[in-house]
């Protein structure tokens, strides 16, 4: 062993216990019975660190989220069309003088009565029907538009907690290559190591540091990003994400798509639009028969100090059917084809984002298994092995580096797939409905 070897005995073996503790690639959270695996190796934030909770912002969004609110003030516009639309035309209150001395005896004095329009027998009711399903296609609009908002929410919030872990694991390796680079300087003046070792060391570091600048930079957007969806100041201060647990996908394809089916807020809309425009297609045809209106006076004659009245009925001729009438069953017609094809086209999309998240998640699954259970516990190895060849020299110093980059790259990739998983599970409850209660359970340690 070379004297600086000897020298260099104190802190070997602390860096090395350091590599065993801060490197393990996965520590168990809680009690198994809880089945929460969650990535070590990183640096916690302190206890007066705000921490962010998923469900709180969830709640906060729906609450005041302004595209939530105009979602639900349309339908609630909506419901308000029904009774409107149901409702008789206002009656005509008529007051006038006559005057008739042509013919004998001459006839004058007040006229008083009223007048209403009345449409043919089931006009109302089919307009009615018509206002209650876009009434009902409003609804389901404001449950989509809220899964979709939920959805974004959660992306960003994972998407900021994986910036957060990417930020702990770098400033960790950071230490590590200032550490990495004392230790060659070290070696470099005895002779035992090259300059380049030091040179290359101080890259890394450079490089590092970039990446947290980088990293930084995205973490801020997020945090602008997750405020303009809370209809907070983009500018104001968010917090750090709780720990994100990985949960398996248990519900199979067949049973997503059927939920899609039967659940999903954007499908029922279109189908709602399909009920709409075939009530508008009867009513449209409806016109073709006359609306009634129907007139009643009251007569006084003062010449003979005596009353009458009168009662008109007025029929509303569809003469211009061809123009009017007719171009008005083509246009119901061309809109409930076209609801149809949007139902048809809406529901290919939904099972695609079905088909696509599915796969998402079982992928991330599959490799949250291999990087957890085989690559970085091989590359920790591969580390500790690296650090200590390189100690007495068996080993150099880019080996080294390569063996703490792989590391870390692995580290990242982990907590990656991790995000992506739950990503893909937050689009799956957007397009299925809701939460998908039942499908999910969590991973127990080793499984």
């Avoid at 009662?311 to 246009?331: H, M, S």
């Avoid at 690296?386 to 080993?395: C, R, W």
Wanted: aromatic content about 6%.
């Amino acid at each position: 062993m070379t004297p600086l070897i000897a020298r260099n005995r104190s802190w070997s073996v602390p860096l090395f216990f350091f590599f065993i503790v801060g490197l393990s690639p996965w520590s168990v959270r809680g009690e198994e019975d809880r089945g929460v695996v969650t990535p070590e190796g990183t640096a916690h934030p302190s206890h007066g660190e705000l921490r962010i909770n998923l469900s709180d912002l969830i709640g906060e969004l729906e609450a005041v989220n302004p595209e939530i609110k105009a979602a639900r003030q349309r339908w609630e516009a909506a419901k308000a069309v029904v009774p409107q639309v149901q409702t008789l035309p206002d009656p005509t209150l008529q007051v006038g003088y006559q005057r008739m001395p042509m013919v004998p005896p001459v006839v004058e004095g007040a006229m008083y009565g009223f007048g209403q329009e009345i449409p043919f027998p089931g006009k109302l009711s089919l307009k009615g029907e018509v206002a209650q399903r876009e009434a009902e296609r409003l609804e389901q609009e404001f449950h989509a538009t809220r899964l979709r908002l939920i959805a974004t929410l959660k992306e960003a919030y994972f998407n900021l907690h994986f910036v957060h872990k990417s930020i702990e694991i770098v400033e960790k390796n950071k230490a590590l290559l200032m550490h990495f680079e004392k230790t060659a300087k070290a070696r470099y003046s005895v002779g035992q190591a090259a300059q380049q070792d030091v040179f290359r060391a101080q890259v890394e570091i450079s490089r590092v540091l970039d990446r947290l600048a980088v990293l930084d930079q995205q973490k801020e957007s997020l945090h602008a990003a997750i405020n303009r969806i809370l209809n907070r100041p983009p500018a104001g201060p968010l917090g750090t994400p709780e720990e994100v647990h990985t949960t398996i996908l248990t519900i199979l394809l067949q049973e997503l798509s059927r939920r899609a089916d039967a659940f999903s807020p954007a499908l029922l809309a279109t189908a709602k639009g399909i009920d709409r425009s075939e009530r508008s297609v009867s009513l449209a045809k409806r016109q073709y028969y006359p609306d009634f209106d129907i007139t009643a006076l009251g007569l006084r004659n003062d010449k003979i100090n005596d009353n009458g009245y009168q009662v008109i009925v007025g029929i509303k001729i569809p003469l211009f059917y061809e123009t009017k009438q007719k171009q008005g069953v083509r246009e119901a017609l061309a809109g409930l084809e076209g609801a149809r094809e949007n139902f048809a086209a809406t529901r290919q999309d939904l099972l695609f984002q079905v088909k696509d998240g599915f796969v998402q998640a079982q992928r991330a699954e599959r490799l949250i298994t291999i990087l957890r259970d085989a690559i970085i516990p091989q590359a920790t190895l591969a580390l500790q092995a690296a650090q200590a060849g390189y100690g007495v020299g068996k080993v150099d110093f880019l080996t080294l580096l390569n063996s703490l980059l792989t590391l870390q790259d692995s580290q990242l990739e982990l907590h990656g797939e991790m995000v992506n998983h739950e990503k893909a599970l937050a689009r799956l409850e957007a397009v299925t409905g809701g939460p998908l209660n039942g499908g999910l359970s969590e991973r127990k340690p080793g499984s």
